[in-house]
């Protein structure tokens, strides 16, 4: 049974959230992603997202450009988390996006990460789940250990090499 549903308002936004996927499948966390669009589908997307509640979805991660009107949307329908993931478009620069997704009206909230940002709405729907699931918070708790890790390696080869040969291939 999926935890998390991700959603998006196009399959052009996929390459994009297929991150989202990726990292939550890399904790083990079951997922389902579909393609539902708020303007184009919107009988079809309520639908999805009671269902989904029933199942057993706890967080959703939604990504959309342009207007992204769809993460506000499945806010309206479920009381659950909602993860807004501002895609970039070629008009704005995914500005719009972003906009759109942190301008909710009271009462309806929506979290927001940076734009393409579906990487981060996963880590932030794990931290979520793991409010309550001590082995998925000892594995984010080692996911952190392991960047600040690879970020120290990193800052000792700088310091070794000096940045004009860490930059060389």
């Known amino acids: 049974m999926p935890e998390i549903a991700i959603i998006m308002g196009s399959d052009s936004d996929l390459g994009v959230m297929r991150e989202a996927a990726l990292t939550l ?20 997307l309520q639908k999805y997202v009671k269902a989904a509640v029933k199942r057993g979805v706890k967080v959703f ?37 972003i906009l759109s997704i942190v301008q909710m009206p009271s009462g309806i909230p929506v979290a927001a990460v940076g734009v393409n940002g579906a990487k ?13 699931n001590r082995k998925l918070a000892l594995k984010l708790s080692n996911y952190r250990k392991r960047m600040r890790v690879e970020v120290l390696k990193k800052n000792d080869r700088l310091h070794k090499v000096g940045y004009k040969k860490y930059l060389k291939p």
């Open 120 to 132: 981060n709405a996963a880590l932030l729907a794990v931290s979520m789940l793991a409010l309550r």
């Open 61 to 97: 991660i939604a990504g959309a450009g342009g207007a992204a009107h769809l993460p506000g949307v499945i806010a309206a329908i479920t009381e659950l988390p909602v993860i807004g993931v501002p895609i970039k478009s070629a008009a704005l620069d995914g500005l719009d996006a």
């Open 25 to 44: 499948e890399s904790f083990e966390i079951k997922c389902e992603v579909s393609v539902l669009s708020a303007h184009r589908a919107h009988a079809a």
